[in-house]
C-alpha cells in the first residue's frame, strides 16, 4: 500500500523504485499466448484503428478496460501476481463482465485436466 | 450518440494546473502530478474519454489531449538533478484548469 489516499497500487510514478534490469526478459509459451489473446480480443490485429476496430464491433475488449480490472486487483494480489497474470486475469474479469463468457465456462476451463493416457483409471472421459 | 465535439480550451504555451481530485474508479492522471501546473507543449488530438471507456461505455465525444510540461523541481521539491529538467505527461482537459500569470513558459521563444 502507497498509504496516500486517492493513489492507486498501480499509481508508482514519481515514487523511489529498485534499480531497473534493462536486459531481455524470456517470456513463458502461456505468456506468448496471453498477449496474443489480448491483440485478437482488442481488434488490434484487424485494424491500427482500435478505435474504429471496436466501433465496428470487431473488439470485445478495451485496453482502458483491461487497466481498470488490475488496478482494482488488491494490493497483495497485484503485488503477488507477474505481469501477464494480471492480464490473464484482467481479460477474464472483462470478459465475464460484458457476459462473453460465463464463470461456468470459465470454471470448467480452470478444472484440472484428465490424466493423462495410461492414467489412473476411472476420472472420466 | 452525437454529442459536440469539445473544443480545445488551451493552447500551445498556456500555463495550466491539474486539478488537485482523487475520484473513485479509473483514472489515467498520475497522481504525482495532481495539483502542479505545466505548461502546454502541444495539443495531441482528440481522443474518447479513457475514464468512460474503462467501463465499456464509448467514451463520446473525443475530448482533447494535451502534453503538458512539468519542471521537476516543481514536481518534486527535492529534486536534485539539473534544475531545468522536464517531464511531460499527456493529460485531457478534463483535468486541467487555467494557471496562474505565465512563469517564463520553458522553452517559449515570445
Redesign the interface.
Known amino acids: 500500500m502507497s498509504g496516500?489516499?486517492?493513489?492507486?497500487i498501480h499509481?508508482v510514478?514519481?515514487?523511489p523504485a529498485p534499480a531497473c534490469d534493462p536486459d531481455d526478459h524470456p517470456h513463458e509459451y502461456w505468456e506468448r499466448r496471453v498477449d496474443a489473446l489480448m491483440v485478437l480480443l482488442s481488434g488490434a490485429a484487424r485494424s491500427p484503428d482500435v478505435?474504429a476496430a471496436s466501433r465496428a464491433g470487431a473488439a470485445l475488449l478495451?485496453v482502458?478496460?483491461i487497466?481498470?480490472q488490475i488496478?482494482a486487483l488488491g494490493s497483495r494480489a497485484y503485488g503477488e501476481m507477474s505481469y501477464y497474470e494480471r492480464w490473464s486475469h484482467a481479460i477474464a474479469g472483462?470478459l465475464l463482465?460484458?457476459g462473453v463468457i460465463t464463470t461456468a465456462e470459465l470454471a470448467r476451463c480452470m478444472e484440472p485436466r484428465a490424466a493423462a493416457p495410461g492414467g489412473s483409471a476411472g476420472a472420466g472421459s | 450518440m452525437t454529442a459536440a465535439a469539445v473544443d480545445p480550451a488551451f493552447r500551445v504555451g498556456d500555463r495550466v494546473r491539474v486539478r488537485r481530485s482523487?475520484p473513485p474508479?479509473?483514472?489515467r492522471t498520475?497522481?504525482?502530478c495532481r495539483g502542479h501546473s505545466g505548461t502546454v507543449e502541444r495539443i495531441c488530438g482528440r481522443?474518447?474519454n479513457?475514464?468512460e471507456?474503462?467501463?465499456?461505455r464509448p467514451g463520446l465525444p473525443p475530448i482533447p489531449l494535451y502534453r503538458v510540461r512539468f519542471l521537476c523541481r516543481d514536481?518534486?521539491p527535492d529534486y536534485a538533478e539539473h534544475p531545468s529538467d522536464v517531464v511531460e505527461i499527456e493529460i485531457f482537459q478534463h483535468w486541467l484548469e487555467p494557471a496562474a500569470a505565465p512563469a517564463a513558459p520553458i522553452g517559449a521563444k515570445r
Open positions: 496516500v489516499a486517492g493513489k492507486g499509481d510514478g514519481g515514487d478505435a478495451r482502458d478496460q487497466r481498470r488496478e472483462v463482465e460484458s | 482523487d474508479g479509473h483514472v498520475p497522481f504525482y481522443f474518447p479513457p475514464e471507456l474503462a467501463y465499456g514536481l518534486w
